[in-house]
């Protein structure tokens, strides 16, 4: 068990709502990403951090925001949710904690947040 | 730019079949890493395995073994004596060294039949 809690688990919100998930880690970990699955698509990153107030764009991050004001806690906030948004939200972390600017560790994940946008 | 193709959107086997998922992938990069995670119907994802691009050995862990050529760009994925238990979605993922971007395929989902 990595300690990775992602809140809420289900969500059902209408269009042009704002929507903030949430992930929390027990581990102590440096880097924390948030992914989107849809399918066909398998998983896209959407945005990523490498420690607190330090995050970065992923492949798929218009319409996203990311907030990371403590190491424990990585946010995930859809300023204007739209039926496009509708996915499966991960959130994941990094199995060990490189302390140099690379990292390849796996990465361990939550058990995901179902966000449907009606 | 990087890539990984799954070209098997669904496979279906029957139990105690043999069965190869194919990843191919596409880096410029020499140094990069190579994963296989497992996505059963309960919807969690897991790590299976990793592998760097200096290491072509194969590597076997039961009945799951995994065969990384370069010359190829594959990375692909063989379940020996394919059970019930291992009927999920499998996803082949990329990271380069220096990034923090996983990239993955689009999965593979094996149904095994009783």
């Known amino acids: 068990d990595a300690g990775i809690t992602q809140s809420p688990r289900h969500k059902v919100t209408e269009t042009g709502t704002p929507v903030t998930l949430r992930c929390h880690q027990t581990?102590?970990?440096?880097?924390m990403y948030w992914y989107r699955q849809d399918p066909g698509h398998g998983l896209r990153l959407i945005h990523y951090s490498y420690g607190v107030k330090d995050t970065d764009k992923g492949e798929v991050s218009d319409g996203y925001s990311v907030s990371r004001s403590k190491t424990e806690d990585f946010l995930l906030t859809l300023e204007s949710a739209t039926s496009s948004q509708t996915s499966v939200y991960f959130c994941?972390?990094?199995?060990?904690?490189?302390?140099?600017?690379?990292?390849?560790?796996?990465?361990?994940f939550g058990n995901g947040t179902r966000l449907t946008v009606t | 730019a990087q890539k990984v193709t799954q070209a098997q959107t669904e496979i279906s086997v029957v139990e105690k079949e043999d069965v190869t998922l194919d990843c191919v992938y596409e880096?410029?990069?020499?140094?990069?890493?190579l994963f296989w995670y497992k996505q059963p119907p309960s919807g969690e994802l897991v790590f299976l395995i990793r592998r760097n691009s200096f290491d072509e050995q194969n590597e076997i862990s039961g009945r799951y073994s995994w065969n990384f050529q370069k010359s190829t760009s594959s990375f692909n994925f063989t379940i020996t004596a394919s059970q019930v238990v291992d009927s999920a979605v499998y996803f082949c993922a990329l990271l380069n060294t220096g990034g923090f971007k996983t990239i993955f395929g689009a999965g593979t989902r094996l149904f095994v039949k009783a």
């Open positions: 880096t410029r990069d020499t140094t990069y890493y």
């Open positions: 994941a972390i990094s199995s060990t904690d490189y302390r140099g600017p690379a990292d390849n560790s796996p990465l361990h």
């Open positions: 581990e102590n970990h440096r880097y």
